[in-house]
């Protein structure tokens, strides 16, 4: 049967795109439902400030009438324009088992970006690294954590037939955590506590409010040579955070400060929310949120999410430090693991830190690339 590809540009267009893998995954258990409430607002140009500095395309396959397939195309000009690249983006692939669809969808895309003036493209990777990145390459059999992507097996195999090859790969750990601090971390975490660094600690989601700034602008100032990055802009970090904040359990977010009270460091985590996203099929009304919610307080997973130590305050034990007292909060609420989110293969530190306590990579992801 022919397919066509079709432009997303009403609604009813915009609504099938959201909702189509939602139907591709009807009998994948180890898949995520998305939060709906948050799909709409990400790919609304009025809600979501980054449009306002990208070019996008969303594209849906149809066989027999049939939605069947869907891609976003993305050019972030900021990031293109402090990189001084040419560089197109695809993300969101989907795909039934048929390499037609998957290489129908991506010469739309690279149609579109070639004519938008790009030589390159990379993918699946979104507005920057915030969003799910990769295609999975390796876990197939175990669960979806937010903000990662479960893929069928096949999705790869056809993307690579298409002329990508590897750009980068991400891994994921999966950490124990010790029933006593190691003795490495309680020393340097004791230094560092000498030494006049300490650690705020939070009970109350009201009083995140005031850090959002300050640890944004640390995210910025440390992850502008990470790959794929493209820092917020200050509308946008509220933005952002306001998509989340209702998630975080503030007891799992530490922010490390120097003498006088200055964040040098973050790390943000929360409780795993999987299942209860899943009962609920990613809608919060009327029960979701609270299928959600009590699923946090049910699981023995913690999450990170996000976490940065200031430039001239590394080496200084502050990153152990927050370890620490993350370890002692996830270990008072009963947590038994920790799931590392997604890292890049080439971050040596980070990878040497979870073999250092004994975590076990359990899912590989891959981000490809083609010249145009």
Not at 79 to 103: C, H, M
Not at 232 to 251: G, S, T, V, W
Not at 331 to 336: C, H, P, Q, S
Request: charged letters at 25%.
């Amino acid at each position: 049967m022919s397919i066509t590809i079709k432009q997303v540009k009403t609604k009813k267009d915009l609504k099938t795109y959201i909702f189509l893998p939602e139907n591709l995954h009807s009998e994948h258990k180890n898949w995520l439902h998305p939060i709906y409430s948050d799909e709409w607002t990400f790919y609304s140009h009025k809600k979501n400030h980054t449009y306002s500095y990208s070019k996008t395309v969303l594209y849906l396959a149809y066989q027999d009438n049939k939605p069947v397939g869907r891609v976003m195309g993305i050019i972030n000009n900021k990031y293109n324009d402090a990189n001084n690249q040419k560089q197109g983006r695809f993300a969101f692939l989907e795909s039934t088992k048929n390499p037609d669809i998957v290489n129908a969808l991506l010469e739309k895309v690279e149609i579109w970006a070639k004519e938008n003036g790009m030589d390159h493209i990379i993918g699946p990777f979104g507005f920057s690294d915030k969003e799910p990145q990769g295609i999975l390459i390796e876990g197939f059999d175990k669960p979806t954590v937010i903000v990662t992507n479960h893929s069928f097996a096949y999705l790869s195999k056809f993307v690579e037939s298409c002329g990508y090859n590897k750009k980068l790969d991400l891994v994921q750990y999966k950490l124990n955590i010790p029933d006593s601090i190691p003795d490495l971390y309680k020393r340097v975490s004791t230094r560092a506590l000498k030494n006049g660094y300490n650690i705020l600690e939070f009970s109350k989601r009201k009083d995140l409010k005031p850090l959002i700034y300050p640890v944004f602008k640390l995210l910025n100032e440390s992850y502008k040579n990470i790959f794929g990055f493209a820092p917020f802009l200050d509308k946008e970090i509220f933005e952002f955070a306001n998509r989340f904040i209702y998630l975080i359990n503030p007891q799992f977010v530490k922010a490390a400060v120097d003498k006088d009270q200055n964040i040098i460091g973050f790390v943000i985590a929360m409780p795993d929310i999987s299942k209860g996203i899943n009962k609920a099929k990613g809608r919060l009304f009327p029960f979701g949120l609270w299928h959600i919610l009590r699923s946090g307080k049910k699981t023995k997973q913690l999450n990170l999410l996000l976490g940065a130590v200031k430039e001239k305050y590394r080496n200084h034990g502050i990153d152990i430090l927050m370890a620490v007292k993350l370890m002692e909060s996830a270990k008072n609420k009963g947590m038994e693991l920790i799931d590392s989110h997604v890292v890049m293969q080439e971050n040596k530190r980070m990878r040497a830190e979870m073999k250092r306590l004994g975590a076990d990579i359990y899912k590989r992801y891959r981000i490809y690339q083609k010249k145009l």
